[in-house]
């Protein structure tokens, strides 16, 4: 019997797309008239959009494998060199991330003092362990205040517009965390595992042929992947059909379907819950209160997405792929991304994108604002931070009120009590990017691997 995939963003395509390329009987139903939930590109007066992400470094094996069965490897695009800088804006302008230990010493992006403070690093201590810190805490230990507040918090926002004091270090940053645990210092570790890395070179070698580790997109944008995984899964996906209940039948499960203004039932052998925890909690609800109140606990922060465009010869081309902003700094926008310039493509020559993001957890309430405003926000912002003073001539909002889900302190523990609590139903999963990965590639990744999970329980389906 067929599996039932709730959801046709990412994380539900690459499922149900992946159950049936091996031959699984499986159907998708999302509630939107298009496919893709957060990610989706637009055309729009010689700009293409994107609606919510705009990239994914290429270094999970899992992305590529897909894209390649897609026959979508030819379409990568890589960043042009152009937007290698990135930029942070502290102590009243814009100042370039340095990218090496040497330019970070020479570099202004910390005053002296905290400079000396992180190479102090080198004598971090371990935590003890099963402690889940806040990715605060666990910065300031290892790096000081000041560089927790400027650097690892616009990292932070750049990923999950979140509060650096409420988010668990162990579900955002897990890497960080192993390597506390195996080296102590993070600055140790990292020495070590780039010596690991060249003693595993056969001498005089070359590395195997491996991923860019570019950031990335899809010609076309990154809707090409959505449209393809669409076209692929052809009739097996249903837009417009929302889900509405779940009940436990013989030998599986019912779906009530609300379709087209009609009510309809969808027995299958398996689900899979790939829709935002918010719903997912109220599809848990009647059949088990506990774990529908585990899933709903995890929050979400709302983000406005604003493309500010500019016509040839308005405004210079920016420099690097963008800026972030620290939330001390007190500013109103998160940061910008200079979309021309990481992918030129997505203008004719010579205009010039924007895209700025504006909310989180810090500022909820500026998602709130209607277009308008949020336009006008965004181009004081860019002005006062970037000296942007030309007049866009397209400018275009995406909303999304909950947006980004926030790995808060606790969510690995609550993570492990919804896995506990999934046992109690056979054939019953959680996909999605609220568990066990924001990212494009954790989605993916994890979505592979559930439906291979799904496969090698019941081959024949
Ligand atoms: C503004 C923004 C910028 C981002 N930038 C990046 C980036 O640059 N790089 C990166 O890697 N990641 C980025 N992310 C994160 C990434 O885009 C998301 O984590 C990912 O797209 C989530 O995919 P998903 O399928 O898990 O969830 P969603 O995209 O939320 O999909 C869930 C789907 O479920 C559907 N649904 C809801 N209720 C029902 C129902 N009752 N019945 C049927 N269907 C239902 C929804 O309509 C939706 O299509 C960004 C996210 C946002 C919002």
Not at 7 to 18: E, F, K, Q
Not at 60 to 85: G, H, M, V
């Amino acid at each position: 019997m067929t599996v039932a995939v709730v959801g046709g963003g990412i994380s539900g395509l690459v499922v149900a797309w992946r159950l049936r390329s091996r031959g699984r009987a499986a159907v998708v139903l999302e509630t939107s008239t298009r496919l893709g939930g957060a990610v989706g590109t637009r055309q729009h007066q010689g700009f293409l959009l994107e609606t919510g992400p705009n990239s994914f470094l290429d270094r999970e094996p899992a992305t590529r494998e897909l894209a390649s069965a897609l026959k979508l490897e030819d379409r990568i695009r890589a960043a042009d060199p152009a937007a290698k800088r990135r930029y942070v804006y502290t102590r009243g302008r814009l100042r370039s991330v340095p990218a090496s230990p040497p330019a970070f010493l020479g570099s202004d992006i910390l005053p002296l003092g905290a400079k000396l403070r992180v190479m102090g690093e080198l004598f971090s201590g371990r935590v003890a362990a099963g402690v889940d810190e806040s990715l605060a805490d666990f910065g300031r230990r290892h790096l000081g205040r000041t560089a927790t507040r400027v650097l690892l918090d616009a990292v932070q926002t750049g990923i999950f517009a979140g509060d650096v004091e409420r988010l668990s270090v162990g579900a955002t940053f897990p890497q960080l965390v192993k390597l506390e645990r195996e080296h102590r210092s993070l600055i140790l570790g990292a020495i070590r595992a780039q010596r690991a890395q060249r003693k595993a070179l056969p001498a005089g070698g070359t590395p195997a042929p491996k991923l860019s580790g570019a950031l990335s997109t899809f010609e076309g944008g990154l809707g090409t992947l959505i449209d393809t995984l669409g076209t692929s899964l052809g009739d097996a996906v249903r837009v417009g059909a929302t889900v509405e209940g779940l009940t436990r039948v013989d030998g599986g499960w019912r779906l009530a379907v609300s379709e087209q203004g009609r009510r309809a039932e969808l027995d299958a052998s398996e689900v899979v819950l790939a829709a935002p925890a918010y719903v997912t909690q109220g599809l848990l609800h009647p059949l088990d209160a506990e774990l529908a109140a585990r899933v709903g606990g995890i929050e979400y922060a709302p983000i406005a997405v604003v493309h500010l465009g500019f016509d040839a010869g308005t405004t210079p081309a920016p420099d690097g792929f963008g800026f972030l902003v620290p939330p001390t700094e007190g500013r109103r926008l998160l940061g910008s991304i200079h979309a021309s310039t990481v992918f030129p493509f997505r203008v004719e020559a010579g205009r010039v994108l924007y895209t700025c993001m504006v909310g989180g957890a810090k500022r909820p309430d500026l998602v709130g604002l209607d277009e308008p405003a949020l336009v006008a926000l965004a181009r004081e912002e860019l002005k006062a931070l970037a000296g942007v003073t030309a007049t866009p001539s397209l400018t275009q909002v995406y909303r999304w009120p909950r947006g980004i889900p926030q790995y808060t302190v606790g969510h690995l523990e609550r993570m492990a009590a919804v896995d506990q609590g999934l046992g109690r139903w056979p054939g019953l999963h959680l996909a999605g990017n609220a568990y066990k990965g924001v990212g494009l590639n954790d989605c993916i990744r994890n979505g592979l691997q559930l439906a291979d999970a799904l496969l090698a329980a019941s081959p024949r389906g």
